[in-house]
């Protein structure tokens, strides 16, 4: 609606644009549709692209699943996992999801990122990380594949 006072002020396009943060382009398809059909031509036509499939109750829901861990909702470690986190949408609220969509779902509709510590702890045993990364890891990896997740 900013463009169409702007139009109505014989304001070039250029300036417009400027104004207004889009391309030129853009503008003039605006000018072309306000002309034809004035200012109701320019009312947005409601979202673009497809509903989300989960509604803010589900999504409430799958962050109380998601918050109480991934040992809570039956995995063997607490390790979350994109399919482990596609296990529990589904499982929660009958939502089937590919496994590389839950990360745009994760970081997009719940504003959430992947978590690294700031800073190493004080605390941290080398030797008990380096035991832990060539005995138990390997386990853990070859448990969660015959798990299949």
């Known amino acids: 609606m900013q463009a169409a006072d702007l ?3 014989h304001e070039i ?8 943060g889009v391309s030129h382009q853009i503008v003039s398809d605006w000018r072309t549709a306000w002309r034809q059909g004035g200012r109701d031509a320019l009312r947005s036509a409601g979202r673009a692209g497809r509903k989300p499939k ?4 589900q999504l409430a829901g799958i962050v109380a699943a998601l918050t109480r861990g991934a040992e809570a909702n039956g995995y063997p470690t607490d390790l979350w996992t ?7 949408i589904e499982r929660v609220s009958g939502v089937r999801y590919h496994p ?7 970081r997009e509709r719940l504003k959430w990122s992947r ?6 702890a004080s605390e941290r045993n080398e030797a008990a990380i380096t035991q832990w990364v060539q005995r138990r890891w390997p386990q ?3 448990e969660l ?3 299949g997740r």
């Open 100 to 106: 590389g969509h839950v990360w745009y779902l994760l």
């Open 7 to 9: 139009f109505e002020q």
């Open 13 to 20: 396009p250029a300036e417009i644009a400027r104004r207004v």
């Open 145 to 147: 594949g015959a798990n």
């Open 82 to 88: 994109l399919a482990r986190v596609a296990d529990v």
């Open 115 to 120: 978590q690294r510590p700031a800073r190493r």
């Open 54 to 57: 989960l509604c803010d109750e």
């Open 140 to 142: 853990i990896k070859k």
